[in-house]
């Protein structure tokens, strides 16, 4: 039995990176000086669906991502670890969105998919760490949700197409649930319990090329422009917003409760500190008046 | 207390007991309430809930919305978001915060796709001002405030067209104010009508150990970050907390790098504590990390880069490798005698 799965994945700047040189004099960050990357537990839930491909020979793997047209390259990246098909939704209309925008946007694009029995995704994005989209998705779509995901349950029929079920272990505060349920339904995956394969070398062979032709074809803007216009056999598939027939009003920033009122710079002044020699004398004093004012003891 | 318009705490309760931080909450909204001159409601769904939701009114809590079923007695997202939708729809607060606990996590966004409103995550301030879009005025509407990805920054974040506003708070962020035993309050009772189309989680198996990391009520905390560059290093922190007999604390850097679980994070998305004395070893004071630590009694900062911003919220600094401060802080606690 086969199954159809979409997973949303989303390009990130890497924030390990948010040290000395990616700062700006104001204390600010220089994205451009950051590195893009894969969203890490996105990578686990492509994972996660390409471990049920596996073990359901003919399940289908979708992977959709929103974006500027730079995040191809998270497309790209899951063609080379056995995605089936990709697409990317871009449009200027999705700019400024907030997570319910960006859950509307997903849903509609899961929606043109269609038949979809499994949406995967990560637990959140490490640039904002909210956790929120896929729920927000879930809800949209309908379906249960299942969070927090680490792993498949142990038996092997934890995902099983016939039944349409699925068992699945899940991180809660000190502990975990081991839960079912019925299909269809939306997972959030943690870093905890797949290890994502490596690009096949087979597969960055096949897809090499043809990606970077759409993406630095001169005819690729205008294809992002007018992505309804494109075929579908093209590799990395554009989707704009009629493409998903998405409604404007509820996209991007129109359609985005939550607005940035300001944003404050936090100006630290240095307070009364006091500095302490880095010698044993040093240390040792400092530590004697800790345990004198019994600071520690 | 039957007018609308209140402030409103989602209350968590996990096998009958009350979550720390929806009591916290409630304090907060109390406060939040009083500066708009409304009520404070508790929403709490379960099973036998009666005598809890008593207790809850001693915060200052004016009502407390009890809806009972036996399928609401363990958390499920979609029996949870029916009564929580149906109770906002009813009661139409203005504001309605969540802990963002496992819990919280996954059904208030869902409240929030379903309700069309806005939710903002892991606040580490809340107030009430004015706001204006369009020429337009909106008077008291609730400022979400929480550090920004990119850089120093806290953005201000306001959801002023759509009610409720909405918002998530980590553990440890809201202090308890003292209880209030004469307030009179009210428990609104209803029995939930649950169908069988929302019961499609099955729960197989919950596994819980007692907290093994009490971040919150430690009284000294030693903290690593990246900068001890290798778990062998870092476990020479957990050495330092050891033999001061206080808590392991860690940057998100830390915990991204596997040196330790995530149950140690101090900051925006982890814990926010408020110890005797906080040591921060290889941390450079991230706006994200400071919003969890930086009411700490007494910071000791241990870092090789005299700049670093954790040096302007210390109290003590020692500009060095934590690779030779952190034994001779060892050695100088074990000859204290
Ligand atoms: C949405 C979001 C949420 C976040 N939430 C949190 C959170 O809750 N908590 C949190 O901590 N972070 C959080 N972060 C991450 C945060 O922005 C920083 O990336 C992180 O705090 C940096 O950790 P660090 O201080 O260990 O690493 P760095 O910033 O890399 O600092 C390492 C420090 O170690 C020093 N050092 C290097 N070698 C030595 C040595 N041998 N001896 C002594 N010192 C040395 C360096 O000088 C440097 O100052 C969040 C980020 C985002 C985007």
């Known amino acids: 039995m086969s199954l159809n799965i979409v997973v949303l994945v989303k390009q990130v700047p890497d924030t390990k990176n948010v040290t000395g040189k990616a700062m700006k004099d104001d204390g600010t ?98 640039d904002g760490d909210t956790a929120q989209v896929g729920p927000q998705t879930a809800e949209k779509l309908g379906m249960n949700q299942v969070t927090c995901v680490s792993a498949f349950g142990a038996e092997t029929n934890a995902v099983d197409a016939k039944k349409r079920t699925i068992t699945a272990r899940r991180s809660i505060e000190g502990g975990y649930e081991v839960v079912r349920t019925k299909m269809p339904a939306l997972l959030t995956f943690t870093d905890e319990g797949f290890s994502p394969r490596p690009p096949s070398a087979r597969r960055v062979m096949a897809y090499k090329n043809a990606v970077a032709a759409a993406t630095n074809d001169a005819s690729y803007d205008e294809c992002y422009m007018n992505a309804s216009a494109c075929k579908d056999d093209e590799i990395i598939v554009l989707w704009d917003i009629a493409s998903i027939k998405a409604d404007p009003e509820s996209c991007g920033l129109a359609g985005s409760p939550t607005k940035v009122k300001k944003i404050d710079s936090v100006v630290l002044t240095a307070q009364d500190i006091r500095m302490i020699d880095n010698t044993e004398e040093g240390i040792a004093r400092l530590v004697h008046e800790l345990i004198a004012d019994h600071t520690i003891g | 207390m039957d007018s609308k318009n209140n402030v409103m705490v989602f209350i968590q309760q996990d096998d009958g007991a009350i979550a720390d931080v929806s009591v916290e909450l409630l304090c907060k909204a109390r406060e939040l309430a009083d500066r708009l001159g409304v009520g404070v409601e508790g929403a709490l769904a379960g099973s036998g809930m009666e ?216 900051g925006q998305t982890g814990t926010t504590v408020r110890p005797k004395l906080y040591i921060a070893c290889g941390i450079s004071g991230s706006i994200q990390h400071r919003a969890g630590m930086a009411e700490s009694s007494r910071i000791i900062a241990i870092n090789t880069d005299p700049h670093a911003p954790i040096f302007q919220i210390a109290h003590y600094g020692i500009v060095g490798d934590l690779k030779e401060v952190i034994p001779a802080f060892i050695k100088a606690y074990k000859n204290k005698a």
């Open chain 1, 29 to 126: 960050v220089n994205r451009a000086a950051l590195p893009a990357i894969f969203n890490p537990e996105d990578l686990h839930a492509l994972e996660a669906a390409l471990t049920v491909k596996d073990r359901n020979p003919g399940t289908r793997v979708n992977v959709i991502t929103m974006g500027p047209p730079s995040a191809a390259q998270v497309l790209k990246e899951s063609l080379y670890r056995g995605a089936d098909f990709v697409a990317l939704i871009s449009d200027r209309k999705f700019a400024g969105a907030d997570t319910l925008a960006t859950s509307y946007a997903l849903k509609c694009a899961i929606e043109k998919i269609g038949g979809v029995d499994l949406v995967f995704c990560g637990r959140q994005a490490i």
């Open chain 2, 51 to 266: 005598a809890r939701a008593k207790e809850l009114l001693a915060w200052g809590v004016d009502r407390i919305n009890l809806v009972s079923h036996d399928a609401l007695a363990h958390y499920a997202p979609l029996p949870y978001t029916k009564v929580m939708t149906d109770l906002i729809r009813e009661r139409e607060p203005q504001i309605v915060l969540y802990g963002a606990t496992t819990t919280g996590r996954d059904l208030g966004p869902r409240i929030a796709s379903a309700l069309k409103v806005g939710l903002t995550a892991d606040c580490t301030d809340l107030q009430i001002g004015d706001h204006e879009l369009q020429g337009k005025l909106y008077k008291d509407i609730l400022y979400q405030i929480r550090p920004a990805f990119g850089g120093n920054i806290i953005a201000t974040i306001v959801s002023p067209e759509k009610k409720p506003q909405m918002a998530t708070v980590r553990e440890g962020v809201m202090k308890l104010t003292p209880k209030k035993p004469g307030h009179k309050g009210v428990v609104v009772e209803t029995k939930a009508q649950i169908g069988p189309e929302l019961l499609q989680t099955e729960l197989l198996e919950c596994v819980k150990e007692a907290r093994t990391v009490n971040l919150k009520g430690a009284q000294i905390i030693v903290s690593g970050g990246i900068g001890a560059g290798s778990k062998e290093n870092f476990d020479l922190i957990a050495k330092l907390a050891h033999a001061l007999g206080a808590e392991l604390g860690a940057s998100r850097a830390a915990v991204d790098a596997g040196w330790v679980d995530k149950a140690h994070q101090v």
